[in-house]
């Protein structure tokens, strides 16, 4: 295509399209008025113009817009599915069957927690330096981020026991990573059937998740996380996403116990494992 | 600010939705391409919202994701399977027939913009239909304001046997909205 067929048609476009400034759009105004050949270059132009911006809302009109809703509800099930940062913690090995893409990604997972890396525990990106204001603002919302994970679960993704190696091992490694002996919960808590245990990583820190079936009241979780301010708090209890939680912070580690359960089921769980 | 990026991310991609496919359609020139573009662009904002800052408009920042999925990405593969060059003339109009019933002129425009070069097309719409200053969108595609403006007078050029032939009595060369 030929550009540049008249030497101001750069000029010409940025003082149709507003973009010159003062004095420069005053000057060129008072061109056109004493240039007729300069005038007609700018009325060709700016009649070239017309169309585009209705002919470009035609083309946005006929966006197949119930398809594209789909497409954006599947990446937001794709995205939780691999646990990227939608809610920011990374699945260790799923409860639910897997995915041949979760078999992959569970068992580079796996093996990278079997080395000696603790990269997988500090997550992909490098640790940020956390400011003070922002380490509280973390250790805040990480109950959030449970429940939003916690409400993908329901009694069918708990439906099987690990064997009693694999919740051993479970229990170990996640021991092992949070530097807390956990091995013992599953007998502190009488009536729940313990479904296995999950390491994430949430904000560079180890987030343990164990995950129990309550006959009546369906799934629960117990859940630990690394907490460096080494906040001391009583059991407090809130709602949160139609959730009852029960959480408490001692020893650095802050705790919570999550579920579709009365306050007082968990209340009385608590009472098992704190202090 | 993860957080609060990512609601950011997850709420605010639903709007922009159209506006996506617009620009993937307008790189692509292929209907399959643009909602592959889409889906992408949906995928990789979800992944990165953390990154996304909140104040800061989201739709230039699924631009930019856009872009560089069609650039790294998308564009090479269409290019390897041979169907980089295809639609040319017609793509941009691909529901043909609707669109001459509706409006004439803009069937016209599209057909004549789906023949420019991907730079000009790319250009005509960040600043007329999506509103991009002369500098943002300069920065945007990384060039000199300068070759912005090239762009854009040699497309009003080529463009303008149609308003004439159209008739147009009143030509309306404003900017699209900000949206």
Redesign the interface.
């Known amino acids: 295509?030929?550009?540049?067929?008249h030497p101001d048609?750069?000029?010409?476009?940025?003082y149709?399209?507003?973009?010159l400034d003062e004095p420069g759009h005053s000057e060129f105004a008072a061109r056109l008025a004493s240039e007729p050949d300069l005038r007609a270059r700018l009325?060709?132009?700016?009649?070239?113009?017309?169309?585009?911006?209705?002919?470009?809302?035609?083309?946005?009109a006929?966006?197949?817009?119930a398809?594209?809703?789909d497409?954006?509800a599947?990446?937001?099930e794709?995205?939780r599915d691999s646990g990227?940062?939608?809610v920011?913690l990374r699945r260790m090995w799923p409860q639910a069957p897997l995915t041949t893409r979760q078999m992959v990604a569970a068992a580079v997972a796996l093996f990278l927690l079997g080395g000696i890396a603790n990269e997988f525990v500090r997550g992909r990106e490098a640790p940020r330096p956390a400011a003070p204001v922002?380490e509280v603002a973390s250790v805040e919302?990480w109950r959030?981020?449970v429940a939003e994970y916690w409400s993908l679960t329901t009694p069918d993704t708990l439906a099987i026991a690990p064997t009693p190696e694999r919740a051993a091992a479970e229990l170990s490694l996640a021991s092992q990573k949070l530097g807390v002996d956990l091995a013992d919960v599953p007998e502190a808590f009488p009536g729940l059937s313990f479904r296995g245990a999950q390491l994430f990583d949430f904000?560079g820190k180890a987030l343990v998740q164990m995950a129990f079936l309550d006959p009546e009241h369906g799934p629960i979780a117990y859940c630990v996380i690394e907490n460096p301010t080494r906040a001391e708090i009583p059991p407090t209890t809130e709602t949160l996403d139609g959730f009852t939680i029960v959480h408490w912070a001692s020893g650095g580690q802050s705790r919570l116990l999550i579920g579709r359960a009365p306050a007082e089921r968990l209340q009385a769980l608590a009472g098992k494992v704190a202090g | 600010m993860s957080r609060t990026g990512n609601d950011a991310v997850k709420q605010g991609l639903a709007l922009h939705l159209e506006a996506l496919w617009r620009y993937g359609l307008v790189l692509s020139r292929n209907r399959d391409a643009a909602e592959d573009l889409v889906q992408a662009t949906c995928l990789r904002a979800l992944e990165r919202s953390d990154q996304f800052e909140p104040g800061t408009r989201l739709d230039r920042w699924l631009f930019a994701i856009e872009r560089s999925i069609w650039i790294n990405e998308l564009r090479s593969q269409r290019v390897r399977q041979g169907s980089g060059v295809v639609d040319a003339e017609i793509a941009l109009v691909f529901d043909g027939e609707q669109a001459v019933e509706t409006n004439i002129m803009a069937a016209q425009v599209l057909r004549e913009i789906g023949r420019l070069a991907e730079a000009q097309r790319e250009t005509v719409l960040l600043v007329y239909a999506e509103g991009f200053s002369y500098r943002e969108a300069a920065e945007f595609l990384g060039v000199p304001i300068g070759t912005i403006m090239s762009r854009l007078a040699a497309i009003r050029e080529r463009l303008s046997p149609l308003a004439e032939s159209a008739g147009h009595a009143t030509p309306d060369a404003r900017r699209g909205d900000d949206g």
């Open positions: 295509m030929a550009e540049h067929t048609d750069e000029r010409i476009v940025a149709l399209d507003g973009e009325d060709l132009l700016e009649s070239g113009g017309a169309g585009i911006s209705a002919a470009m809302e035609s083309l946005k006929q966006a197949p817009k398809r594209l809703d497409i954006l599947q990446a937001i794709q995205s990227d940062n939608v920011p922002a919302d959030q981020a904000r």
